[in-house]
């Protein structure tokens, strides 16, 4: 699958209908992220069930403000609504095979029951 735009109209619901997804954070007067979008291509094509999306950080600026993006790009996963990863810079091909390979391989249970623990510490 190719990658898709992703835009304040329909970024919920891909994170909500989709259990794996990866967000790349670009714009178009960056230099790693022009870089970075061949790897990111090549890497779609390879993972069908995958969602690759993008979001344009000068079009789309309130979404990459409740992110709190600084720093383009910026890789985001989701598995199962949850966000998993987050890391700027423009990764190689291999690390983004392995990140997928990771993603699949997470123990959602394992990672709820984190979360349910981490928030009942911190309330």
């Known amino acids: 699958m190719a990658t898709r735009d992703l835009t ?22 960056c ?11 090549a890497v779609s094509e390879d993972h069908p069930d995958v969602v690759f999306g993008k979001v344009d950080t000068e079009d789309q600026e309130l979404l990459a403000g409740q992110f709190g993006i600084r720093s383009i790009p910026t890789l985001m996963a989701f598995r199962e609504e949850i966000m998993v990863f987050q890391q700027p810079g423009a990764l190689p091909q291999a690390a983004v095979e392995d990140l ?24």
Request: charged residues 30%; contains cysteine; glycine residues 2%.
């Open 31 to 41: 230099g790693p992220c022009k870089s970075f979008a061949p790897t990111y291509d």
């Open 8 to 29: 304040a109209l329909d970024f919920e619901r891909t994170i909500r209908d989709n259990d794996i997804v990866l967000v790349d954070f670009w714009a178009a007067w």
């Open 100 to 123: 997928v390979t990771q993603l699949r391989a997470l123990d959602m249970d394992d990672v709820r029951s984190q979360i349910a623990s981490h928030e009942k510490q911190h309330s």
